[in-house]
């Protein structure tokens, strides 16, 4: 299948690492014009030459999302850049703490709220004026499986991703006359650089044979009995994002291995 990615314009928040970096890669690599976002301008710097090696084409936007100012100054510069915006991915997150809600601190519940809320809320705000103008565009949304069954220990973030969800509902049925399609992605655990880190803590923690033992346990949670990879993800937004799925919005998608299937 062409997912006819050819010179559409997608901006990826939170592109300077993990599913975000390997998303924008993917964009570019199937001809997209990549606007690379993220608040860690060398990671941003890394993604964009990394498009750039590959032959593909890409321009750095390293703000932080949470400010409105930010997210539309992005996206004036890309219509500058690129004519306009045709395609933009949410993805940009902060998971702070593993811990329980009220050990949680209130400063960083506030802050992985506004980053994954308010940072989707911004980037849409900014993004939706030239695709009604247009007539067209696609949103996505990247939520988490934490969302959409709850999960111990992630109470604050798995807050502000069930706040996603309804968002991207919410807009699909404001915007659907205009052709713009807006859609979630849920992932469950996947192994981006940011697990694996994780995994590489809870290793030392302890030590191997445990750490082997708890994978196992993991795994048999997922009927697939796999944790999710990068591209696993990636497949799943950019179908989502062209045009074969247009006939596709407001819907949750879990990528999962089975984990949670959701009615
Ligand atoms: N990896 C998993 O197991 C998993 C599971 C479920 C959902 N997800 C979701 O997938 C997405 C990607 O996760 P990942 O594992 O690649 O994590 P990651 O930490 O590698 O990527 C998140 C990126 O967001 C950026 N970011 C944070 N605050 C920002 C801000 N204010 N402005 C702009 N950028 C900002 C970070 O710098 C980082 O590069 C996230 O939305 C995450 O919640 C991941």
Redesign the pocket.
């Known amino acids: 299948m062409d997912l006819e990615l050819t010179d559409q314009v997608a901006l990826v928040?939170?592109a300077?690492?993990?599913?975000?970096q390997h998303l924008a890669l993917g964009y570019a690599a199937a001809g997209a014009k990549v606007v690379v976002?993220?608040?860690?301008a060398d990671?941003v710097a890394q993604t964009v030459a990394a498009i750039l090696a590959q032959g593909g084409e890409a321009m750095a936007a390293a703000v932080?999302?949470?400010e409105l100012s930010n997210a539309e100054g992005m996206i004036n510069d890309a219509t500058k850049a690129y004519g306009r915006v045709d395609i933009l991915v949410n993805?940009?997150?902060?998971?702070t703490e593993h811990t329980m809600y009220l050990e949680t601190d209130p400063a960083s519940c506030e802050r992985e709220i506004r980053?994954i809320l308010f940072?989707t809320m911004h980037c849409t705000r900014a993004v939706l004026p030239g695709m009604i103008e247009r007539g067209h565009g696609k949103i996505l949304n990247?939520a988490?499986d934490a969302a959409r069954i709850g999960q111990e220990r992630e109470a604050n973030y798995s807050a502000a991703k069930g706040g996603v969800i309804s968002f991207a509902k919410s807009i699909a049925k404001e915007v659907g006359r205009h052709s713009i399609n807006v859609n979630v992605v849920s992932?469950?655990?996947?192994n981006?650089?940011?697990?694996i880190n994780l995994q590489v803590g809870l290793k030392e923690k302890l030590g191997e044979e445990r750490w082997l033992a708890r994978e196992e346990k993991v795994k048999r949670l997922y009927p697939l009995r796999r944790i999710g990879e990068m591209e696993d993800i990636t497949n799943a937004v950019m179908f989502l994002t062209s045009n074969a799925a247009r006939h596709i919005t407001g819907q949750v998608i879990s990528v999962n291995g089975g984990f949670a299937m959701v009615g």
């Open positions: 928040t939170g300077a690492s993990g599913i975000g976002n993220d608040i860690n990671g932080d999302i949470t993805n940009a997150a902060l998971l980053v940072g990247i988490t992932p469950g655990a996947t981006s650089p940011m697990r």
